[in-house]
């Protein structure tokens, strides 16, 4: 028994890469899984230390406030004057359950049944889904290589744009590893604010940056008059996805649509997790990071080398940990990720997966410890782009 809502939707990708996955290993054949951006290093020693010690904490086990614990609060107001330069207010900030839960509720707590929701193409797949689950209708933006990876709003239908509600953004993106500059966001506030739209950046990887911090929208966007949220995750800062803790920052009345939707359908994080995210903002942020972000900038160099050897298209990324990786020859993606696994071993993302307009594309993640991301490289090199 389905919902229609369910019925909408196109199979969720990642249940079908793992699908095919297992059936390979079973063969007794070495998988070198490099679909799915789940890091693998584990959770920083100085967040578990804190977490073991707030267990203690005997009113850290019953219900959290709905907004966020008071010291994770101040502690994401700190970070955003530090490394931002930006003062934000309490009713600004939400504690949530990973970006990924945001995304799923916001169109619930914002648009109305009827009502359209831009979404990049490709982009991921929880976008759409959010907007199909509060009845509205996904309208795909175009990312293409030539712009930049960001959407042409010009190039909108007037009808759509005319039932629009909502436009998420996601930079440093998913799954192109594109990035966007000071002049970009720009040109998105003023859009949305023109067409008093709700911006959404979606800023899940923001800090896993290799060279310089990435622009990200909520200090342009905070004093720009428009309605806006940006979502973001601990989960891939500090490598623990399991954890399920993010935050939002945004525009007061737009996080307090957020916070009562999900006053509604859940009770928060746990509060014992809370105080260990808190603790790595509020001292050794820098140095925590740095450690993660030198892991995955080794096995990016050691996989855009091998990449590069072997004669494959793509940009080196800048930010996030995923290589977007044109398909030799232009044919199927899925076809083509078929073949690697097949031939090489290696799991890989289809660009279809993420929307149309990821055809012709492939998805590598360095999510992977570097004996796999190594041996991975060499297969690629020595498989070279024949069709």
Same mark, same amino acid.
Request: with cysteine.
């Given at each position: 028994?389905?919902?229609?809502?369910?019925?909408?939707? *196109?199979?969720?990708?990642?249940?079908?890469?793992?699908?095919?996955?297992?059936?390979?290993?079973?063969?007794?054949?070495?998988?070198?899984?490099?679909?799915?951006?789940?890091?693998?290093?584990?959770?920083?020693?100085?967040?578990?230390?804190?977490?073991?010690?707030?267990?203690?904490?005997?009113?850290?086990?019953?219900?959290?406030?709905?907004?966020?614990?008071?010291?994770?609060?101040?502690?994401?107001?700190?970070?955003?004057?530090?490394?931002?330069?930006?003062?934000?207010?309490?009713?600004?900030?939400?504690?949530?359950?990973?970006?990924?839960?945001?995304?799923?509720?916001?169109?619930?707590?914002?648009?109305?049944?009827?009502?359209?929701?831009?979404?990049?193409?490709?982009?991921?797949?929880?976008?759409?889904?959010?907007?199909?689950?509060?009845?509205?209708?996904?309208?795909?933006?175009?990312?293409?290589?030539?712009?930049?990876?960001?959407?042409?709003?010009?190039?909108?239908?007037?009808?759509?744009?005319?039932?629009?509600?909502?436009?998420?953004?996601?930079? *440093?993106?998913?799954?192109?590893?594109?990035?966007?500059?000071?002049?970009?966001?720009?040109?998105?506030?003023?859009?949305?604010?023109?067409?008093?739209?709700?911006?959404?950046?979606?800023?899940?990887?923001?800090?896993?940056?290799?060279?310089?911090?990435?622009?990200?929208?909520?200090?342009?966007?905070?004093? /720009?008059?428009?309605?806006?949220?940006?979502?973001?995750?601990?989960?891939?800062?500090?490598?623990?996805?399991?954890?399920?803790?993010?935050?939002?920052?945004?525009? *007061?009345?737009?996080?307090?649509?957020?916070?009562?939707?999900?006053?509604?359908?859940?009770?928060?994080?746990?509060?014992?997790?809370?105080?260990?995210?808190?603790?790595?903002?509020?001292?050794?942020?820098?140095?925590?990071?740095?450690?993660?972000?030198?892991?995955?900038?080794?096995?990016?160099?050691?996989?855009?080398?091998?990449?590069?050897?072997?004669?494959?298209?793509?940009?080196?990324?800048?930010?996030?940990?995923?290589?977007?990786?044109?398909?030799?020859?232009?044919?199927?993606?899925?076809?083509?990720?078929?073949?690697?696994?097949?031939?090489?071993?290696?799991?890989?993302?289809?660009?279809?997966?993420?929307?149309?307009?990821?055809?012709?594309?492939?998805?590598?993640?360095?999510? /992977?410890?570097?004996?796999?991301?190594?041996?991975?490289?060499?297969?690629?090199?020595?498989?070279?782009?024949?069709?």
């Amino acid at each position: 028994m389905q919902s229609d809502r369910l019925k909408r939707l *196109p199979p969720y990708l990642f249940v079908e890469i793992d699908r095919r996955k297992t059936e390979y290993g079973r063969s007794g054949r070495e998988v070198l899984d490099l679909g799915i951006g789940d890091p693998d290093l584990g959770a920083p020693p100085e967040l578990v230390d804190t977490l073991r010690s707030s267990l203690d904490e005997l009113e850290y086990h019953r219900y959290p406030s709905d907004r966020g614990l008071s010291r994770l609060i101040d502690a994401i107001r700190g970070w955003a004057r530090e490394h931002y330069g930006v003062s934000l207010e309490s009713d600004e900030i939400l504690v949530t359950i990973g970006s990924k839960e945001a995304i799923g509720h916001l169109p619930l707590a914002v648009v109305n049944p009827g009502d359209a929701v831009l979404v990049p193409d490709p982009g991921y797949p929880v976008y759409t889904s959010s907007a199909v689950f509060a009845g509205a209708d996904p309208v795909r933006m175009p990312l293409l290589a030539e712009n930049g990876y960001f959407p042409r709003f010009d190039d909108l239908d007037p009808s759509d744009l005319q039932r629009a509600r909502l436009v998420y953004l996601n930079y *440093p993106n998913n799954p192109t590893a594109a990035t966007a500059g000071k002049e970009k966001f720009e040109e998105a506030i003023s859009f949305c604010g023109e067409n008093a739209l709700l911006l959404v950046n979606d800023a899940a990887y923001s800090e896993i940056s290799y060279e310089e911090r990435q622009q990200v929208l909520f200090p342009l966007a905070k004093d /720009a008059g428009g309605e806006y949220i940006e979502l973001f995750s601990f989960s891939k800062t500090f490598s623990i996805t399991g954890w399920r803790i993010g935050f939002a920052v945004g525009s *007061p009345e737009v996080v307090l649509a957020l916070a009562r939707l999900k006053a509604n359908v859940d009770s928060g994080v746990f509060s014992a997790i809370q105080a260990a995210a808190a603790s790595a903002l509020e001292e050794g942020y820098t140095e925590i990071t740095g450690r993660i972000i030198d892991v995955f900038r080794k096995r990016r160099d050691i996989l855009a080398a091998s990449l590069r050897r072997g004669g494959f298209r793509f940009e080196i990324p800048a930010a996030t940990f995923y290589f977007w990786i044109e398909v030799p020859g232009g044919g199927s993606s899925i076809d083509y990720c078929g073949k690697l696994l097949e031939e090489t071993g290696i799991v890989a993302t289809p660009g279809i997966g993420f929307g149309g307009y990821g055809e012709g594309y492939f998805r590598l993640s360095i999510t /992977a410890p570097d004996y796999t991301i190594l041996k991975a490289g060499q297969k690629l090199e020595k498989l070279g782009t024949s069709p």
